[in-house]
């Protein structure tokens, strides 16, 4: 509940959208779904000296986030409010063509939601070259090695991409994450 109250509360507060850049997508590419979660919670109290709020969970937990300065919305907010955040993620891999420039790069936008209460979405994306280093064929693993000696492993279920790989192959990874958050005013 803290790290999603905290990017919850960070973007229905700026009202922002997050803009994604774009990965080069080449014939062959697999896309990795990750998690698409919806969490929501209700605004039970507002101290606006402090620029402090808490929020109770559907589960029933409360938690007492501080809001920085930079959230220019804050004072629309109201007890009874119902924030709602969605997460998304997902990995696109691609194999890269012989020769073909390695990449490192951070893209990151915010964008302020354009309707009466505060929201905005907020997304990131991060996109490397990797070069596989291990290939388990029998737990279907594969190992990979990128900048600053990142190393990643991970299971592979798809097993006709799997064995399209090779030890020395480079692929691009680009992760992507998005963050939807809206507050929506409360019963009256």
């Known amino acids: 509940m803290r790290i999603l109250g905290t990017i919850l509360l960070t973007g229905a507060l700026t009202g922002s959208t997050l803009l994604l850049g774009g990965a080069t997508v080449a014939a062959q590419t697999k896309t990795l779904q990750g998690d698409a979660v919806v969490v929501s919670a209700t605004i039970e109290a507002i101290e606006h000296g402090t620029r402090t709020i808490t929020l109770k969970a559907e ?57 009466q209460s505060p929201a905005g979405t907020a997304a990131m994306q991060r996109t490397i070259t990797v070069t596989v280093t291990a290939l388990d064929p029998k737990k279907m693993t594969v190992t990979v090695k990128g900048p600053n000696d990142y190393n990643y492993s991970r299971h592979v279920t798809d097993k006709k991409a799997f064995a399209q790989l090779k030890v020395g192959d480079r692929l691009d990874m680009t992760w992507t994450d998005a963050l939807l958050i809206s507050a929506d005013p409360g019963k009256k």
Do not use: C, H, S
């Not at 937990?61 to 959230?71: G, I, K, R, S």
């Open 59 to 115: 589960d029933g937990t409360y938690e007492t986030l501080q809001v920085p300065p930079e959230m220019t919305r804050f004072n629309e907010l109201k007890v009874g409010d119902k924030i709602t955040a969605r997460y998304y993620e997902n990995v696109v891999i691609r194999m890269k063509k012989p020769g073909e420039a390695a990449v490192d790069l951070d893209t990151a936008a915010l964008t302020r939601g354009t309707g």
